[in-house]
C-alpha cells in the first residue's frame, strides 16, 4: 500500500467572516494548498469535505460537489463528510485509506463551517444535532451542559481543581498570539478565567471554544505520486485511527472518558510504528478545557485523571516536555466545526515543515486528535518528517 504525504496545506483566517460565503472560504482555502503543493486542479482525483451543519446554516447540501465544482474541477469525485466536530478528520481518514488502496494518487481534502452568519440561537440548535436528539436535546441539554456534567465528575474523581482546568484557557490563549490565523490573539490570565461570565456550571465562557468561521485544506498525495512529480512532500501521515462511542453521554459507563479516542489512538500508534516517547507535538481537541485533560488521558501522555497536569505544571506548555496546541487549540484559534480536523494537520504539518509562528525545534513527529460531539466519535492521526 502506498503511503500517504502532505504537498500542500492552506487556510482562512478564523473568526467572523462577514462578507465571506462558504463557498468562498472553501475556495481561498483550497487555492493556498494548490499553490502551496504547486498541484493544479486537473491532478485531483477526489475531493473529499468535511462539513457538519451546512444544510442547516447555508440551506446548502452536497457540500462536495460544490466544492469540486467552484475549484474548476466538476469532473472529480466528491464527497462530503459528516462525523460532527470530526468531519474533516474523518475526511482526512477516508482520503488516506483511498490512496492506500491505490483508488486515488492526489486528494483535496478541507473542512469548512460559516456559524456567524446564522445567528447564536439556530447555531445552537445546529450544533445540538451532535448529541441525542431524543435522550438529550429534547430535555435541554446543551453542549455546555452536557461537558458541564463531564467536567464536574472529572473534578470529582480527580485531584483537579477549577483553576487547574483555566489553565488549559490561560496556556492556549497565550498560543494564539503568535497564530496570525487565531480568533484570539491576546493572552488572559487564571483570575479572567475564574471570572467569567457563567454557562452551565462549572463550565464558564473562557473555559469554552467560541463559534467560528472558516476553512482549512490539503492537498494529499501518495508517495509514488509525490515522487513523479517531483513535490516537496516531507511529511508523511504514518498511522490514523477511528472510532466510536455511544450518542447518548447517559449510555456511557464513565462520563469523564472518551473510550472512542483511546481506541482511535491505539489503532494510530499500532499503524504508524510510533511510540509515544517520540511524539514531539500535538493538536487535541480542547472544545471545553475538560476535553484537553481527558484528550492526554485518551492519547496515553497521562494516567486517567491526570491529564490536567499538563497545563497546571506547565509540561504541556512551548517550552514544556510536550507542548499541545501550539496553535492555540480550538479555545484560541477557534473551532469552526467542519474544518476543525484538517485545521489540525495544517498545524502540525507546519510545526514538521519548521514554519509554525510556535515553532517546536527539531519536531520531527506529532499528533491529531479530533472529536465529535461529546466523544461518540473520534480520528487521530501521527504524522512524521519523511525522507
Request: a negative charge.
Amino acid at each position: 500500500m502506498d503511503e500517504s504525504r502532505i504537498a500542500g496545506i492552506g487556510s482562512t483566517t478564523y473568526g467572523k467572516h462577514e462578507d465571506a460565503s462558504t463557498r468562498e472560504l472553501l475556495v481561498e482555502a483550497a487555492s493556498e494548498a494548490f499553490d502551496d503543493a504547486d498541484v493544479s486542479t486537473d491532478m485531483i482525483d477526489a475531493v473529499y469535505i468535511g462539513n457538519f451543519m451546512g444544510d442547516i446554516t447555508d440551506d446548502q447540501g452536497h457540500m462536495g460537489a460544490l466544492a469540486a465544482d467552484y475549484l474548476g474541477m466538476p469532473r472529480a469525485a466528491s464527497m462530503r463528510i459528516e462525523s460532527a466536530c470530526a468531519s474533516s478528520g474523518a475526511a482526512v481518514y477516508i482520503a488516506r485509506q483511498a490512496i492506500a488502496h491505490g483508488h486515488s494518487e492526489a486528494v483535496l481534502v478541507a473542512g469548512v463551517e460559516n456559524m456567524f452568519a446564522t445567528g447564536i440561537a439556530k447555531i445552537t440548535d445546529a450544533l445540538a444535532n451532535a448529541a441525542d436528539n431524543e435522550y438529550e436535546n429534547a430535555v435541554g441539554l446543551t453542549f455546555p451542559a452536557i461537558y458541564a456534567m463531564m467536567m464536574r465528575e472529572y473534578l470529582r474523581q480527580t485531584e483537579a481543581t477549577i483553576d487547574d482546568l483555566a489553565a488549559i484557557t490561560v496556556k492556549n490563549r497565550a498560543n494564539g498570539v503568535a497564530n496570525p490565523l487565531s480568533q484570539f490573539q491576546t493572552p488572559i490570565e487564571l483570575d479572567e478565567v475564574a471570572e467569567a461570565r457563567p454557562i452551565a456550571e462549572p463550565v464558564n465562557l473562557l473555559h469554552a471554544c467560541p463559534i467560528t468561521d472558516g476553512a482549512s485544506a490539503a492537498v494529499i498525495v501518495s508517495d509514488t505520486f509525490a515522487k513523479e512529480h517531483d513535490l516537496d512532500a516531507s511529511v508523511s501521515i504514518s498511522g490514523g485511527g477511528f472510532a466510536s462511542d455511544t450518542l447518548a453521554l447517559q449510555d456511557r459507563q464513565e462520563l469523564h472518558r472518551t473510550r472512542a479516542a483511546e481506541q482511535a489512538a491505539a489503532e494510530a500508534y499500532a499503524e504508524s510504528g510510533r511510540s509515544l516517547d517520540e511524539i514531539d507535538v500535538v493538536e487535541v481537541h480542547d472544545c471545553f478545557t475538560v476535553a484537553e485533560a481527558l484528550a492526554l488521558e485518551s492519547l496515553g501522555f497521562y494516567d486517567r485523571g491526570e491529564g490536567w497536569r499538563g497545563a497546571a505544571e506547565g509540561e504541556t506548555h512551548l517550552d514544556g516536555s510536550l507542548p499541545v496546541n501550539t496553535s492555540g487549540g480550538l479555545i484560541s484559534k477557534g473551532h469552526p466545526v467542519g474544518a476543525t480536523g484538517v485545521g489540525q494537520l495544517t498545524e502540525i504539518t507546519k510545526q514538521l515543515e519548521g514554519r509554525h509562528p510556535n515553532q517546536v525545534d527539531g519536531a520531527t513527529v506529532g499528533v491529531t486528535h479530533n472529536v465529535g460531539g461529546s466523544g461518540a466519535s473520534a480520528v487521530v492521526h501521527v504524522l512524521e518528517v519523511v525522507a
